[in-house]
């Protein structure tokens, strides 16, 4: 199965949308770095099944803090990525 970054964002925000904007974004911006703290420690571990978890974690809840910010990911990365041959440096 594949699915696109839209199609995954939807699903987060049919899923999970009505509770995501009631908790806000200082609060899920928390829950989000714990995850990102999750994956430094699966980085670190063999566990390959793990780190596919927590970079999954990271994802859904960056996809989450593009939700309940109006920010359409795919269209974001398109727009920063992909146009005029791309960034010159990260940022
Ligand atoms: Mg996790």
Known sequence: MTM??????????????????????????????????????????????NKEEEFADVFAWLCTLANINGVNLSKALQDKYFKDGGPKGFK
């Not at 999970?16 to 908790?23: P, S, V």
Request: without cysteine; charged residues 30%.
């Open 4 to 49: 696109t970054i839209q199609e995954f964002q939807q699903h987060i925000k049919d899923k999970y949308g009505a509770r995501d904007a009631e908790r806000g974004t200082p609060a899920t911006y928390m829950w989000f770095i714990e995850e990102v703290g999750e994956l430094a420690s699966a980085l670190q571990d063999i566990d390959h099944k």
